[in-house]
């Protein structure tokens, strides 16, 4: 048996020279070569016969040679091979265009087997370059069903159909099997040397859906195996006990009731924080749906037991916010709150690290600040990561680092597909906040186009009439910084001179001074201004009761759940609220989108729809996807196997936990490959 993670220099066929080529497919060893899958397959194993043959139809037929192969030369430099075959049904001319060598291929009165792109006029059939062999011998690239693979320079199909054959041959005996055997049985999939088998050499249409079922099952398994297995590794690390209190001491404090839900996810916060492990939980919940009271209630447990709780927030604005709100929460339990943010002055800033590690603070919350040298807790038990897709793994665990094995909690306001939840959040708990304080109104929204203009100023200056605020964000141009300062500023400009020169107007952008950030966002929130233009550095959780709509221009530029977050500033109080999207684009599939967003006010079923039209790499941006390539899985469709190999990575390490069983050797290599991958 060859070597699985072997070379494939001893492939016949495969020199120096191929095997650099293979290389640029991400072909080195013989388990590459083997996993190479087709990305098509062409039928090219049903007989038809010559009569049966329609015009332009890609068809295989055996037949003989029934005239002798001529030359001809048309032009300069072309040659043309012809001759007739004939399969007793009908005559069919065969044209090959300067492949003279086949002259001598080809002969007069022998059997061949022909497949390509016939045409047909009346009974008048021609067929030009196909593919053929000869009869009698077993057959190649005709005759069965051909996978078609992506190629390279100097790799054509046929080399690549020889050499995964071999390479297939070489380890027929000894390709160990991945999937348990018990779970093979209970979801039918076929085992792993004749899924290999048959997505390379399928003899029908149900074997490539058996091989394919298996393969992608068997992805999808690897996958929830090292999710599971990192999971695991951090449930068995010992975190902070800490003796359990009764949540009604915390809720009974706050001016409004609980909901159902933020009281379940808060026990079950609680219940990991007096487990003795870590905890390492995300908390997800809509818009609005109250995570920030969640948090505040985890920081005073942690309190309550003499430990340090670190908040961070991705913005200054919102490391402000979060600073008045917990406070507020907290400061009637006697529980010391302190901001930490990088502008502040370098004495305030001391004066916070002191405080931290003497242990007179008891929450800190802060920007990536938070991350400096110069932070020390006494007793860091609790970090908090507010919209945690912006922060890396890496911030996290960094900040997590600055204490002894503290619990963790990730609140996310971009609701994401469950799908994408399990995988990206694969080694968390996730606790899903899925209920809105009572009163919220839905958010009227309407998608509009260039010729509404008028009517939307008009409604601007009614509902600011009527003691309203609105929100305008500005054209993201594109993901330049620079184009979109300008382009606010400029819009800013027009809109306080030309259109509502009477109206107290203000402008919001990510280059201004934290300072002067501040002092906009502040005076909004104070009812100083009217009109807020801003980028979208409002977009997470800024908090402005009296904000009654939310204009966003050229929203087709905009993804869903980006939309969606946006439209979350508005509606936070009790009046009617509203949220209108200039279309500034002319495609289709925008205006759907837009629709779509209309209709919809769930954040995960917009998320849903997000991920379907736009796919996964896009649902963060692909720089911030984490997610894993997968070959043949497709991870927002592939939904029910995803759940089931869940299951089954959940029942495998319940009974080998650390993989150390014989049968599951091959399992092991692949999860480590995987991990190896997901480092890199
Ligand atoms: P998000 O989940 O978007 O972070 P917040 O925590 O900012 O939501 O809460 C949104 C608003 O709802 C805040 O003004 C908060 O005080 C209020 N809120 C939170 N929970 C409740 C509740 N159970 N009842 C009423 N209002 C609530
Ligand atoms: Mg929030």
Redesign the pocket.
């Known amino acids: 048996m060859a070597e699985l993670y072997g070379g494939i220099r001893f492939i016949k066929g495969i020199g120096e020279q191929r095997a650099k080529s293979l290389e640029k497919l991400g072909i080195t060893t013989l388990y590459d070569l083997i996993s190479y899958f087709p990305r098509d397959y062409e039928d090219r194993s049903r007989l038809t016969s010559l009569s049966g043959v329609e015009d332009g139809e890609c068809a295989c037929v055996s037949a003989t040679v029934c005239s002798s192969p001529r030359l001809h030369l048309v032009r300069k430099g072309m040659e043309l091979l012809k001759f007739d075959i004939t399969d007793g049904t009908a005559k069919c001319g065969v044209t090959f265009f300067n492949q003279s060598y086949l002259k001598n291929n080809i002969r007069h009165g022998e059997d061949y087997r022909f497949y390509g792109k016939f045409n047909r006029a009346g009974n008048f059939i021609t067929v030009s370059n196909p593919i053929f062999e000869k009869e009698g011998k077993e057959l190649e690239m005709v005759g069965r069903i051909m996978p078609v693979y992506r190629l390279t320079a100097g790799i054509s199909q046929k080399i690549l159909v020889r050499a995964i054959r071999q390479g297939l041959d070489a380890i027929s005996d000894g390709l160990p099997e991945t999937i348990p055997a018990s779970t093979r049985e209970k979801y039918g999939l076929i085992d792993v040397v004749a899924a290999y088998n048959l997505i390379h050499d399928p003899k029908s249409e149900e074997d490539i859906q058996r091989a394919r079922t298996r393969l992608i099952f068997e992805e999808l398994f690897v996958l929830s195996c090292a999710l599971q297995r990192r999971k695991f590794a951090g449930k068995t690390r010992a975190g902070y006990k800490l003796h359990p209190l009764d949540p009604d001491m915390f809720w009974s404090k706050l001016p409004?009731?609980?909901?159902d839900a933020?009281k379940r996810v808060v026990a079950e916060a609680f219940g990991d924080m007096s487990s003795g492990r870590v905890m390492n939980r995300l908390v997800q919940?809509d818009?609005?749906?109250?995570?920030?009271?969640v948090a505040a209630a985890c920081c005073w447990f942690a309190a309550c037991a003499g430990l340090q709780s670190a908040f961070m927030a991705p913005t200054e604005i919102l490391a402000e916010q979060h600073y008045a709100?917990l406070s507020d929460m907290l400061e009637p339990f006697g529980i010391r709150c302190s901001l930490l943010t990088g502008h502040m002055t370098k004495k305030q800033k001391n004066e916070v690290y002191e405080a931290l590690r003497l242990g007179c603070t008891d929450v800190v919350i802060g920007t990536h600040a938070l991350l400096s040298e110069g932070v020390e807790f006494r007793y860091l038990g609790l970090v908090v990561a507010d919209e945690q897709h912006r922060f890396g793994v890496e911030q996290r665990t960094s900040l997590a680092k600055k204490g002894d094995d503290p619990h963790v909690l990730i609140?996310s306001?971009t609701p994401i597909p469950r799908t994408l939840a399990l995988i990206i959040y694969g080694e968390l708990d996730v606790s899903v906040?899925d209920q809105l304080?009572?009163g919220r109104q839905k958010i009227d929204t309407f998608a509009v186009r260039e010729d509404m203009r008028e009517r939307i100023n008009k409604f601007i200056a009614r509902l600011v009439g009527e003691g309203r605020q609105v929100y305008i964000i500005c054209p993201a141009i594109d993901e330049n910084e620079l184009t979109n300062y300008a382009a606010v500023e400029s819009y800013y400009k027009n809109l306080r001179e030309n259109v509502f020169p009477n109206l107290r107007t203000a402008c919001l952008h990510g280059r201004m001074k934290a300072a002067e950030k501040e002092a906009v966002m502040r005076a909004f929130k104070d009812g100083e201004t009217d009109i807020l233009v801003s980028t979208t550095v409002i977009e997470v959780?800024v908090?402005v009761?009296n904000a009654a709509l939310i204009v966003v221009e050229n929203a087709d530029r905009f993804g869903l759940s980006q939309l969606h977050q946006l439209r979350?500033r508005v509606g936070?109080g009790s009046h009617k609220s509203y949220c209108v999207l200039f279309n500034q684009s002319d495609s289709p599939e925008s205006a759907q989108r837009l629709r779509a967003l209309c209709k919809l006010s769930d954040g995960f079923k917009i998320s849903e729809v997000d991920l379907n039209m736009r796919g996964p790499g896009d649902f963060f941006g692909s720089r911030q996807s984490g997610l894993p390539a997968t070959k043949l899985a497709e991870l927002s469709c592939d939904t029910e196997t995803l759940y089931a190999a869940q299951e089954e990575a959940k029942l495998l390490f319940e009974s080998d936990p650390e993989l150390k069983k014989f049968e599951n050797r091959a399992l092991a290599e692949k999860i480590r490959q995987f991990d190896d991958a997901m480092l890199n």
């Open positions: 409004f009731a609980p909901t933020q919940g818009v609005g749906s109250g995570k920030t009271a709100t609140m306001a906040i304080p009572p959780g908090d009761p979350g936070r």
